[in-house]
T-cell receptor, first 113, second 108 residues
């Protein structure tokens, strides 16, 4: 157990509303990531963080923003949710003691109606 | 960018059988990992294996970095091995690029 949690685990929201997903870790990993998983597309990186206040875009970052004000928390925000953002979102962590292995949270199933 | 291809896309086994899953990548890498996603969606890190061979119980993995491929071996498969197996390689700055996965079904 890598000590990573996500909240909420399930959410249904309406098109146009803002949504924030939270990833929390307890082990001081330097790197944190947000992925989305969709049928036929596998896992795709949305944004990642390499330290407090240090973030960068992944391959599918349009429509998403992130923030990391504390080592343990990485927030993913959908400013104005769209139906194309219906997906399962996974947070991951890595980099403890320089080890690159990634560990995943349990996922958040988001449905935008 | 680096391309990651996994084969076969689907695999059905009888319990007790052995299998080999393959991951090909298009450029040299210093970070390759294998993951298992169980039928409930949980993703588990199986191996960090940029080169060489590692074993963990019935699972083992070999990466031949110079030839740009990695193999995941599952011996004496069990129904709990069912799920999707992903290979992922580093695309810079600890970022991983995932293959499309091999979906494994082990029948009792």
């Amino acid at each position: 157990d890598a000590g990573i949690t996500q909240s909420p685990r399930h959410k249904v929201t309406e098109t146009g509303t803002p949504v924030t997903l939270r990833c929390h870790q307890t082990e001081n990993h330097r790197y944190m990531y947000w992925y989305r998983q969709d049928p036929g597309h596998g896992l795709r990186l949305i944004h990642y963080s390499y330290g407090v206040k240090d973030t960068d875009k992944g391959e599918v970052s349009d429509g998403y923003s992130v923030s990391r004000s504390k080592t343990e928390d990485f927030l993913l925000t959908l400013e104005s949710a769209t139906s194309s953002q219906t997906s399962v979102y996974f947070c991951a962590i890595s980099g403890l003691a320089g080890v690159p292995e990634q560990y995943f949270g349990p996922g958040t199933r988001l449905t935008v109606t | 960018g680096i391309q990651v291809e996994q084969s076969p896309p689907d695999l059905i086994l009888q319990e007790g059988a052995n299998s080999t899953l393959r991951c090909n990548f298009s450029d040299s890498v210093n970070n390759l990992q294998w993951f298992h996603q169980n039928p409930w969606g949980q993703l588990i890190n199986l191996f960090y294996i940029p080169s060489g061979t590692k074993q963990n119980g019935r699972l083992s993995a070999t990466t031949v970095a110079t030839e740009r491929y990695s193999l995941l071996y599952i011996s004496s498969s069990q129904t709990t091995d069912s799920g999707v197996y992903f290979c992922a390689v580093e695309g810079g700055s600890y970022k991983l690029i995932f293959g499309s996965g091999t979906r494994l079904l082990v029948r009792p």
